[in-house]
């Protein structure tokens, strides 16, 4: 088993920045990927961004391109999402996930191809 605890959300006025830090613990081997999705209400799950693990890549969805950049540290087992320019639109619970294999693709956004997750911070953009 794998948990996963994020930490560093909160209240940040419009054009703040927020850094959001996902420990990993129990089975910690190397993953293939760690991903952040977030959940605003009344909307589904929608993929942020993603890291592979070894190889450090990062992909991101389209609307935070520029303004959100992922990070990790593989020797303390954390993931970092570190958010600037927010605007009230990036204000939702935001969840940090780890894909523990590769399964044919080389990268994934569907919340479903996620193994393990945390659960969850709250952002909370004002304007």
């Known amino acids: 088993q794998v948990q996963l605890v994020e930490s560093g959300g909160g209240l940040v006025q419009a054009g703040g920045s927020l850094r959001l830090s996902c420990v990993a613990s129990?089975?910690?081997?190397?993953?293939?990927?760690m991903g952040w999705f977030r959940q605003a209400p009344g909307k589904e799950r929608e993929f942020v961004a993603a890291?592979?693990?070894?190889?450090?890549?990062?992909y991101y969805t389209d609307s935070v391109k520029g303004r959100f950049t992922i990070s990790r540290d593989n020797d303390k087992n954390t993931v970092y999402l570190q958010m600037n320019s927010l605007k009230p639109e990036d204000t939702a619970v935001y969840y940090c996930?780890?894909?523990?294999?590769?399964?044919?693709?080389?990268?994934?956004?569907?919340?479903?191809?996620?193994?393990?997750w945390g659960q969850g911070t709250q952002v909370t953009v004002s304007s």
């Open positions: 996930a780890q894909k523990r294999y590769y399964s044919g693709r080389p990268y994934y956004t569907q919340s479903h191809e996620y193994d393990y």
């Open positions: 129990g089975r910690t081997f190397s993953p293939y990927a």
């Open positions: 890291i592979h693990w070894r190889a450090g890549s990062t």
